[in-house]
């Protein structure tokens, strides 16, 4: 099947790829700095400039569907409502935003904002809506989502151990967070937490629920920023957080208590698609730079790009890249055709191949780049660390591969 782009979506991508062109490539290096000298718990300039920018140029919120700006329409701004575009159509813009760190969240189409803005258009109130998609949507605030803890395997979320307990009209949360991404920023003003309001209860996935929690709410300190491969505040602002007797209101609960599984499975299906286009492109660009350096280097004699290890790299790694595209425009056509539960295979495959495929590709960059491959000076240190990252976040390789295997084994019982 051809998953060529429609003609809105070409003319989308040129207008995409002009603004990477001016205004991402050539600030990447700034990004870098202000990250590394400004830290996780500070807001990076450039990335702020170039939001206003972004927005005029048309290209805000793309990530958002149809179904959800319809949703979301209440509290739509001008030029806020993305483009209602398919999954299979935002897959070739969001590819060329994956191609930089810095470009998602200057689209307003960065993790987890996009994830926490659908679960509020999908599963919030009007006053939800009001209060915090709103500035969400207009890039004036960040959100974080808190799921992963420390003390338990939380690839299995039925492990998660933190308690939402009732108490009249409002509810008292404890529990300690981790990898909570976008906690240490100071935009980030609200918190989707997960935790448990029946522990008790028989079924495992009917003891969790979600609900909205204001950072700035007494009992919750974020204790620190965690680093990923020595990285603090890019490619991921993970932190830990504790929760200590918080109290929100009840009217926070996200459609109700027992509710939180089955509204992260509808959350973590599209953030999990938006990883791999992403990892596409981010493997796109360390293809490109291998070649580029691999032309200009001499080793031995000749050129880096005629020894022929460095020409069978290159080849496995257009091989790798087209199969993972493949196999991701396929999960997105059938998310669009059939819908995100009946895609579940599909979706599970395409997590566990791009991180990989990515991964692989880069370490190939990095050898050809010789030891400053290894520096932050082309990028690659902080893309190796991103797609290392995701073959944990939303899920780790071995739990999408058991879900492959039961799907495939299930084919051939009797």
């Known amino acids: 099947m051809a998953f060529e782009p429609t003609p809105r979506v070409a003319e989308l991508q040129a207008r995409l790829q002009a603004f990477m062109a001016e205004h991402i490539y050539p600030n990447e290096a700034r990004h870098m700095a202000e990250a590394e000298k400004l830290g996780p718990f500070a807001v990076h300039p450039i990335i702020e400039e170039l939001k206003p920018k972004a927005r005029a140029a048309g290209l805000w919120n793309l990530f958002l569907p149809k179904d959800t700006a319809e949703l979301a329409s209440r509290v739509l701004e001008p030029g806020q409502g993305g483009a209602g575009l398919t999954n299979l159509e935002y897959a070739h813009l969001c590819e060329i935003m994956g191609r930089s760190v810095l470009a998602p969240e200057v689209f307003n189409c960065g993790a987890p904002d996009t994830g926490n803005m659908e679960v509020l258009a999908?599963?919030?109130?009007?006053?939800?809506?009001?209060?915090?998609?709103?500035?969400?949507?207009?890039?004036?605030?960040?959100?974080?989502?808190?799921?992963?803890?420390?003390?338990?395997?939380?690839?299995?979320?039925?492990?998660?151990?933190?308690?939402?307990?009732?108490?009249?009209?409002?509810?008292?949360?404890?529990?300690?967070?981790?990898?909570?991404?976008?906690?240490?920023?100071?935009?980030?003003?609200?918190?989707?937490?997960?935790?448990?309001?029946?522990?008790?209860?028989?079924?495992?996935?009917?003891?969790?629920?979600?609900?909205?929690?204001?950072?700035?709410?007494?009992?919750?300190?974020?204790?620190?920023?965690?680093?990923?491969?020595?990285?603090?505040?890019?490619?991921?602002?993970?932190?830990?957080v504790t929760f200590t007797n918080v109290r929100v209101p009840a009217?926070?609960?996200?459609?109700?208590?027992?509710?939180?599984?089955?509204?992260?499975?509808?959350?973590?299906?599209?953030?999990?698609?938006?990883?791999?286009?992403?990892?596409?492109?981010?493997?796109?660009?360390a293809l490109e730079r291998m070649c580029t350096r691999s032309l200009q280097r001499v080793a031995f004699g000749k050129r880096v790009a005629d020894q022929g290890v460095t020409i069978e790299r290159i080849a496995q790694a257009r091989i790798l890249i087209e199969q993972t595209r493949l196999l991701t425009l396929n999960a997105a056509h059938k998310m669009d055709t059939v819908g995100n539960k009946e895609a579940k295979?599909?979706?599970?495959?395409?997590?566990?191949?791009?991180?990989?495929?990515?991964?692989?590709?880069?370490?190939?960059?990095?050898?050809?780049?010789?030891?400053?491959?290894?520096?932050?000076?082309?990028?690659?240190?902080?893309?190796?660390?991103?797609?290392?990252?995701?073959?944990?976040?939303?899920?780790?390789?071995?739990?999408h591969e058991a879900q492959i295997g039961k799907m495939e084994l299930r084919k051939h019982k009797a």
């Open 122 to 240: 999908r599963y919030g109130t009007d006053a939800h809506r009001e209060q915090w998609l709103k500035p969400l949507l207009a890039g004036e605030i960040r959100s974080c989502f808190a799921m992963t803890e420390p003390a338990v395997a939380s690839s299995d979320a039925t492990n998660i151990e933190s308690l939402i307990r009732r108490d009249g009209d409002e509810y008292v949360i404890n529990g300690h967070k981790w990898y909570t991404t976008g906690a240490s920023d100071p935009r980030c003003k609200i918190s989707i937490f997960m935790g448990k309001t029946d522990p008790d209860n028989p079924n495992r996935h009917l003891q969790q629920s979600m609900i909205l929690v204001p950072m700035d709410s007494p009992g919750i300190e974020v204790k620190r920023s965690l680093p990923v491969f020595g990285f603090y505040g890019m490619p991921d602002r993970a932190s830990e």
């Open 345 to 399: 295979l599909e979706i599970a495959m395409i997590k566990v191949a791009a991180p990989k495929m990515a991964c692989q590709v880069v370490d190939w960059a990095i050898q050809a780049h010789g030891g400053g491959g290894t520096s932050n000076d082309f990028g690659l240190t902080v893309a190796y660390a991103l797609a290392r990252l995701l073959r944990l976040a939303d899920g780790p390789d071995e739990v």
């Open 251 to 285: 009217t926070n609960m996200l459609l109700g208590e027992g509710r939180g599984f089955e509204i992260a499975q509808g959350r973590l299906g599209p953030g999990r698609i938006h990883h791999c286009m992403r990892l596409i492109g981010l493997a796109e660009r």
